[in-house]
């Protein structure tokens, strides 16, 4: 009795989507509709390319969170973005070289970019309570 022996077939890669954010969950377009995000010519992944109802929708959960928002404590609106920082902190050399891949740069810009991030977020979070 023979065996068949399956053939290594190179498939085609599946593409990550990304979903829109909005309300506090991940929701696809209302459209439908996904865009690629290339790197140096590369698809790494695809993104839902957001409606004008999408972009009306956005806006008004951003409207209807700021009251929540604002009776936040200052301290709790602080430790919020402290860790935030902390958390991009965490994943720094993977965002490192994200950054890196997306821009498609070899001269070490993408750590201060990610840097960058961090320290703004640590200022502000020392600045939430001192106004």
Known sequence: MLHAVAKKVARLP????????????????ESGRVAPAKSAGEIVANYARASRKDFRD??????????????????????????????????RVELEAEVA??????????????????ERLVHYAGWTDKF
Do not use: P
């Open 58 to 91: 956005a806006v008004g959960a951003a409207r209807g969170a700021v009251a929540g928002w604002s009776k936040q404590s200052a301290y709790l609106r602080g430790q919020i973005l402290y860790r935030a920082a902390e958390m991009l902190e965490m994943r």
């Open 14 to 29: 599946v593409q990550k989507t990304y979903k829109l954010f909005v309300g506090g969950k991940f929701i696809r377009s």
């Open 101 to 118: 891949r997306t821009e498609n740069e070899r001269n070490g810009k993408s750590s201060s970019e990610v840097r960058l991030a961090i």
